[in-house]
């Protein structure tokens, strides 16, 4: 019987699978979620970025939770999209609709459905959201992008200070730098045009300023394990020497 049940969305791939290869915790299941499976990881395939899919993880949750009677339980929100990179008003509007629906409003409902199933469980609980420094600064070519991770931001804070007066689950956004993974890869790939401020994420990589995957997963899990504040939007790369 597990000991820890963890989710985690955006598990087939950058800093999702890597927190799935380096739980810290013994006896711990963990269930992925993405389009794409994982050999090896127990998983649900769901496109997130269409709302019919979010039942399916919902379900998970009370279904798994039903039974459940270990000590802790996460819920890790890493699925994100950066395309279509490029200006509104110039972007396909399918792919603009699927980044507003994938990055601002999946957290917030399976968010919800989160905080609903683990309402009544008298043990550790803890929502992580991946967000991103571009909440706060402004890139032209990211406008959904950064939409979404600055609604992302706000909802932890409200929902935390709503679990402070009853719920009690700790709730954390944490961005977690730039990190070597495929949504890098698309960045360095698009035009200027599309994206003014490509140069900047060239030239991080080709300096190796990219944070490993493993590295950033690893702190990602230090965080559930350190008294920070529930309601906190951390940015790893203000914390070094801090863990
Ligand atoms: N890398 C960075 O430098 C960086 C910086 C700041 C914030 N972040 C944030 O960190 C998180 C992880 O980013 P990453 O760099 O690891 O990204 P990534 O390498 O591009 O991986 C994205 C993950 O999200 C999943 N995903 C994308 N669209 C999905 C959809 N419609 N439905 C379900 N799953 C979907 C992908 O799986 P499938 O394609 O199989 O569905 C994949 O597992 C994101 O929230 C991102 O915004 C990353």
């Not at 730098?177 to 140069?199: C, H, N, W, Y």
Request: hydrophobic share 45%; net charge neutral.
């Amino acid at each position: 019987m597990a000991g820890s049940i963890v989710w985690i969305t955006g598990v087939s791939g950058g800093i999702g699978l890597a927190l799935a290869r380096c739980v810290p915790w013994e006896n711990t299941r963990v269930i992925g979620i993405s389009r794409t499976p994982v050999a090896g990881i127990e998983h649900i395939r769901a496109d997130l970025a269409d709302p019919s899919s979010w039942q399916a993880l919902s379900l998970s949750f009370t279904e798994e939770l039903r039974t459940f009677s270990g000590e802790r339980i996460v819920f890790i929100h890493a699925a994100g999209t950066i395309d279509p990179i490029g200006f509104a008003g110039e972007v396909e509007t399918a792919a603009y609709r699927a980044n507003v629906i994938l990055n601002c409003a999946a957290p917030q409902v399976l968010g919800h459905e989160f905080l609903h199933s683990v309402r009544n469980m008298g043990i550790r609980r803890d929502l992580v959201m991946l967000t991103s420094g571009a909440s706060k600064t402004i890139y032209p070519g990211w406008s959904s992008y950064g939409a979404g991770k600055a609604a992302v931001d706000q909802w932890c804070r409200n929902a935390a200070q709503e679990q402070s007066i009853r719920g009690g689950t700790r709730i954390l956004a944490v961005a977690p730098g730039i990190v070597d993974t495929a949504m890098q890869e698309k960045i360095r790939l698009v035009s200027e045009r599309e994206f003014p401020r490509r140069a900047k994420f060239v030239q991080l990589h080709a300096d190796g300023q990219l944070s490993d995957p493993i590295v950033v997963a690893r702190r990602i899990w230090d965080l559930l394990d350190s008294d920070i504040d529930s309601g906190a939007v951390v940015d790893l790369r203000d914390l070094s020497g801090r863990q």
